[in-house]
């Protein structure tokens, strides 16, 4: 059986691991030193694809440390934290120098069917006598927001195109797989800093034996465009509701990604009130249902979604538009988005601030959140940082 490149070509040691090198340091000291630490947890965050969760099993596999690897969306509610993260937390590794636990995709733990996930994790985190490990994609969530203040964070950025390059160069190598600097240099800027996705791609092309420059152009960012520029072109230009329903069947794109493509297109497209008024509700219904999902888990719901936002829009005009309209991705809603993103340190340190403190996190960021950083400027500022147990990048912040 032959072995997928992201799986043969997974971190084996620490050197493996393109990027992070800063990063990796620290785990391996949050592990050596777990005992003496503040946090009994660390807290990993980044973009898919940036080498989070081989980092963790890197590290563990130098030092000859046994490594529990739990995914949070399959053990999800209390009973299973207990009964696998809490019994893995006290047992003694027989056959190995120590034992690391490694909690994957720990945002995933959410919804009716996770009650008591988090505070059953904390609980288990209190007591355990190894380092937990929990990775997170988006780690500022609500629900997230405890075991913030009791895991030492670590941020992992997106790997440079240059040393996607490099692995991608070692990997054709290696597999002895024909392909131009160029055509690889290209790979690596499309990956947008996920090594995983560049490998996986490298893998799709050599397929067909070398390649060139020119064949990456099957998998441009273009393609994807004309893909759902296509699929709406089949929305706003039919009022058959059976032809809009299929419309998105071939289109990989997230439903939310889909929602902003239609938000910013209909006001273009829909020129009557009326008819604009009606594809909206359908919109929000829609955005509804997004939100039942993301905060249950019920997925069935997404059926619903695909309707309102492909059926339901489609039916809503009462005469097709003549003019060609280019399809865009609207702009103001990310932008909203990158604001949140923009604040999401400032909005954790006000947390840390609130539970010291005994008040809210709306509070601490109104009334002492604005007195508290002009102190990171004098030599206060690290009293005020052991007190609030901050990490490395939270105190960078307050000292800009």
């Known amino acids: 059986m032959t072995l997928p490149l992201t799986l043969k070509y997974s971190p084996k040691k620490i050197s493996?691991?393109?990027?992070?090198?800063?990063?990796?340091?620290?785990?391996?000291?949050?592990?050596?030193?777990?005992?003496?630490?503040?946090?009994?947890?660390?807290?990993?965050?980044?973009?898919?694809?940036?080498?989070?969760?081989?980092?963790?099993?890197?590290?563990?596999?130098?030092?000859?440390?046994?490594?529990?690897?739990?995914?949070?969306?399959?053990?999800?509610?209390?009973?299973?934290?207990?009964?696998?993260?809490?019994?893995?937390?006290?047992?003694?590794?027989?056959?190995?120098?120590?034992?690391?636990?490694?909690?994957?995709?720990?945002?995933?733990?959410?919804?009716?069917?996770?009650?008591?996930?988090?505070?059953?994790?904390?609980?288990?985190?209190s007591q355990s006598q190894y380092p937990i490990v929990c990775i997170?994609?988006?780690?500022?969530?609500?629900?997230?927001?405890?075991?913030?203040?009791?895991?030492?964070?670590?941020?992992?950025?997106?790997?440079?195109?240059?040393?996607?390059?490099?692995?991608?160069?070692?990997?054709?190598?290696?597999?002895?797989?024909k392909c131009s600097d160029e055509a690889l240099k290209s790979l690596s800027r499309r990956a947008g800093g996920d090594l995983r996705a560049a490998i996986n791609d490298l893998e799709s092309m050599s397929m067909f034996g070398e390649f060139q420059k020119d064949d990456l152009e099957s998998m441009s960012e273009r393609e994807r465009e004309e893909s759902i520029g296509n699929a709406l072109l089949k929305i706003f230009k039919s009022s058959d509701p059976n032809i809009a329903i299929d419309s998105f069947g071939k289109v990989d794109e997230?439903?939310?990604k889909i929602l902003l493509w239609i938000d910013e297109s209909l006001p273009q497209e829909y020129k009557d009130p009326e008819d604009l008024d009606r594809a909206y509700h359908y919109l929000s219904k829609s955005d509804v249902f997004l939100r039942r999902i993301r905060r249950w888990q019920h997925w069935r719901f997404l059926l619903y979604v695909s309707n309102f936002l492909s059926g339901g829009v489609a039916v809503s005009k009462t005469q097709k538009n003549p003019q060609m309209i280019e399809y865009k991705q609207t702009s103001r809603i990310l932008k909203i988005w990158m604001a949140n993103q923009k604040y999401m340190k400032r909005k954790a340190i006000a947390e840390k601030i609130a539970e010291k403190m005994h008040t809210s996190?709306?509070?601490?960021?109104?009334?002492?959140?604005?007195?508290?950083?002009?102190?990171?400027?004098?030599?206060?500022?690290?009293?005020?940082?052991?007190?609030?147990?901050?990490?490395?990048?939270?105190?960078?912040?307050?000292?800009?």
């Open 136 to 177: 997170a994609t988006d780690p500022f969530e609500q629900k997230l927001s405890k075991l913030r203040t009791k895991s030492a964070m670590l941020q992992f950025e997106e790997i440079p195109a240059a040393a996607i390059y490099d692995r991608l160069k070692k990997i054709c190598e290696l597999e002895k797989i």
């Open 361 to 400: 996190t709306k509070d601490a960021l109104k009334n002492i959140l604005p007195y508290i950083k002009p102190l990171f400027k004098t030599d206060k500022g690290k009293a005020v940082a052991d007190e609030l147990e901050l990490s490395d990048e939270e105190v960078e912040w307050l000292c800009k």
């Open 254 to 256: 997230d439903p939310e």
């Open 16 to 125: 493996d691991i393109v990027g992070q090198q800063e990063q990796v340091k620290k785990i391996r000291d949050f592990v050596t030193n777990y005992k003496k630490q503040k946090k009994k947890s660390m807290l990993i965050y980044g973009p898919v694809g940036c080498g989070k969760t081989g980092a963790v099993q890197a590290v563990a596999n130098e030092m000859n440390y046994e490594l529990v690897e739990v995914n949070a969306s399959d053990t999800r509610n209390e009973e299973a934290i207990k009964n696998i993260v809490g019994m893995a937390s006290k047992q003694k590794s027989f056959f190995y120098q120590g034992k690391v636990i490694m909690i994957d995709e720990v945002d995933g733990l959410s919804g009716q069917d996770d009650r008591g996930g988090v505070s059953a994790l904390l609980e288990v985190i």
